[in-house]
């Protein structure tokens, strides 16, 4: 599926990346205290931090999209893929 260089590319730069990224954009509530989730409940912003990952495309590691939810059509879900 990925050509040799682009996974040795990958291991490379390891999940620091990421993390630095998400750190960057306010950190991500689900990594709590660890690396990339150090982030702040009283500043935290959920709208900022999914416009700055569509602002660097960043679906090869985290896609999101909001759809109705299926059991209730009055309602919308964030729904969060990391790969």
């Known amino acids: 599926m990925f050509s040799a260089s682009f996974i040795?590319?990958?291991e490379e730069?390891?999940?620091q990346v990421a993390t630095d990224l998400l750190e960057s954009l306010?950190?991500?509530p689900m990594l709590g205290n660890s690396s990339g989730g150090k982030w702040k409940e009283d500043t935290f912003d959920m709208s900022e931090l999914l416009i700055g990952l569509m602002?660097?495309?960043n679906s090869p590691?985290?896609?999101t999209w909001v759809s109705?939810?299926?059991k209730n059509s009055t309602v919308n879900t964030i729904y969060v893929r990391i790969f």
Do not use: E, P, S, V
């Open 8 to 10: 040795a590319l990958i």
């Open 13 to 15: 730069r390891d999940i």
């Open 26 to 28: 306010g950190g991500w």
């Open 55 to 57: 602002f660097f495309y």
């Open 61 to 63: 590691l985290i896609d």
């Open 68 to 70: 109705t939810d299926m």
